[in-house]
């Protein structure tokens, strides 16, 4: 079978942008030094472009888990072209389909089942997929947003702009055009692509599958910690729609950060989470499935306390459902409020205790 065409465009750009950041870089270090100046340059671009395809390309514009104010998706629209990673329609569009096909071996843009290589870098080198870019139907929600339009009428503009434009102006400010090109331009662009191209194929290889074994994305902590959160690919997968990637008050996810405090200061609305019984059941559910595995003898005493506790999962979400609709009806009883508060906490320590001494017992024995 004939092989697609090679995209020379795009493997000169990955090419030319390695060998000037691999080789300039080092070099500029050694005969000039490294000055504060160009380390902030660097991490203040970086950070802009990620944020840009994390919040807005990825949680705004591709899942749609929540409403930004038009001052933050323009932000977003020149963050992502600081990213060269395509305007947010082809952008969103690959990503859909990923999401729609996932690990299919011909429909997902970037398959974990074709290789590391190819989900990493390979699939944007030939054209595997171009007969898809030239009416975007997966992503007509998104053209009528005039930013969008903008972006992606004017996206080569903006890529020369941001990418070389905005360098050399920093690079005039500190006296430091050719130091400001390689940091902020191709060496902060190299860090930058290969980084997000991770979550593509790293977080699809390697690290723990909590919530689902359904697909092969993985929870990664070190790639959210590279990547502004999007390491909690495992939970992503199942639960899309959420604009959080990684839900524990410790996980490292900068990007529901940023998202939850534009929402405090009225840039951003209508948040989208997912129902904690949704999220408790599927690792419960892991749980459960890998301890079969495990110990399949075992875990057969265990099946009545397994459903016992999915019962009173099933009761927990209940009771917070009720409350929750008692408070918003603002002819209901307080004191019936309160009650209902009560029994909800209550029910949920029960539950985590009976939750605890199940895991004991299956991961113990």
């Known amino acids: ?28 270090i050694a005969m000039h030094g490294l000055s504060t100046g160009l380390v902030v340059a660097f991490f203040a671009l970086f950070i802009w472009s990620g944020l840009s395809i994390t919040g807005g390309y990825h949680r705004l514009w591709s899942h749609r888990t929540y409403d930004a104010h038009p001052i933050i998706r323009v932000i977003y ?53 171009a007969h898809r870019y030239n009416d975007y139907s997966n992503v007509r929600d998104l053209q009528q947003d005039p930013i969008i339009a903008w972006q992606h009428k004017h996206y080569l503009v903006l890529t020369l702009l941001m990418n070389i434009g905005l360098p050399l102006v920093i690079g005039v400010m500190l006296g430091q055009i050719w130091g400001a090109l390689l940091f902020a331009g191709f060496l902060r662009l190299v860090v930058s692509h290969h980084t997000t191209f991770f979550i593509n194929s790293l977080a699809h290889i390697w690290g723990k599958r909590p919530y ?41 996810d900068p990007t529901k950060w940023l998202i939850a ?33 495990k110990r399949p003898s075992f875990t057969e005493r265990l099946e009545q306390e397994y459903e016992n506790l999915m019962v009173s999962l099933r009761e927990l979400n209940s009771r917070r459902r009720a409350w929750a609709n008692a408070k918003r009806d603002a002819l209901q009883d307080m004191a019936q409020v309160k009650e209902l508060k009560a029994q909800y906490k209550s029910l949920k320590r029960s539950f985590r205790e009976q939750k605890r001494n199940f895991r004991r017992q299956l991961l113990t024995t």
């Open 1 to 28: 079978m004939k092989k697609p065409a090679l995209l020379w465009l795009n493997i000169s750009v990955f090419s030319v942008t390695f060998l000037v950041a691999a080789i300039g870089t080092p070099l500029y």
């Open 77 to 129: 629209a020149l963050g992502g072209a600081l990213s060269l990673q395509n305007s947010v329609l082809h952008w969103a569009s690959d990503h859909r389909e990923h999401h729609k096909h996932v690990d299919h071996i011909d429909h997902d843009p970037y398959s974990i089942t074709r290789g590391f290589w190819f989900a990493h870098i390979g699939w944007m080198l030939r054209e595997y997929h």
């Open 212 to 252: 689902t074994e359904r697909n092969s994305a993985r929870d990664n902590g070190l790639l959210a910690f590279l990547t502004f959160g999007e390491g909690y690919h495992n939970f992503h997968h199942i639960f899309a729609g959420d604009y959080r990637n990684g839900i524990r008050w410790y996980q490292f």
């Open 261 to 293: 405090s534009m929402a405090w200061f009225g840039l951003a609305r209508n948040l989208k989470r997912t129902n904690k019984y949704q999220v408790e059941k599927a690792r419960l559910e892991m749980l459960w499935l890998k301890s079969q595995e």
